[in-house]
């Protein structure tokens, strides 16, 4: 973008020179090295279910927060409940049956291909029942971590729409950045390495420590990625926002 062009003229030629933006938004100045990063949740899950049930209860709105272990939504699995029990007396009764046909057949009264006909309906039955019970395991979602809620989709009383996810949740415990750096700082960025990180919505300084550097360099505008991980206070620090990332040049050893 030409903000004040260099104009030469010479004869009826019109040069205009321009300096080029080539990429993210680099600063240095006599005290340390900056660039801009974008805060990240460790952790984003999307939950999911194949339970064709109506939601009985969603405890936690969007925005609230919850703990590892807290209830987030449950089911009504009335109707799995039943299903359950039906197949769980059906298999009873199948392993009964398989029983006497094993007694008829040491007696010379049953043939064998009565008893495996008998032994295959015991197994189906039994297997049955065990899905059924591995489905009621879905019946309530529990918090996996502590976090908040980003997206509430379902209502108590609604029917899940089959492949939406239900909620959308976030740790917002543990949080990490982004940044985009000059490939030549690579010549004194290491893991382990501490700065300093302003949030632009908020205006906290946070303390930062580099985690692991991107695995590859961009060949056109020469950055790479760096994670690093957030400490300090978070409270009022949120996924998606963003800021500036500062190196002092005294850690930074001759770059």
Known sequence: KCNEPIVSRIGVLVVALCALDIGPALAQDSESFQTRGVVQSASRVELRSDLRATVATAAFDEGMSFVSGDELLKFDC??????????????????????????????????????????????????????????????????????????????????????EPLMIIVDNTSLRLELVIPSKWLRWVRAGQE?????????????????????????????????AQLTGDLENTLPGMSGVAIFDKSGAGNG
């Open 78 to 163: 009335s109707q799995y409940k039943a299903e359950l029990e039906s197949a769980r007396a059906a298999a009873r009764g199948a392993s009964i049956e398989l029983k006497s046909n094993l007694t008829l057949h040491r007696n010379g009264a049953a043939g064998s291909s009565e008893v495996g006909l008998a032994r295959a309906t015991a197994e189906k039955t039994r297997l049955d029942a065990k899905a059924l019970q591995a489905s009621m395991k879905h019946c309530e979602i529990m918090a996996p971590f502590s976090g908040r809620v980003v997206a509430l989709n379902v209502q108590p009383l609604e029917m899940p729409v089959q492949g």
């Open 195 to 227: 700065f300093r990180f302003e949030v632009e919505e908020t205006g906290a300084v946070h303390k930062a420590r580099v985690k692991r550097i991107g695995a590859e360099i961009d060949p056109v505008s020469q950055t790479a990625k760096l994670y």
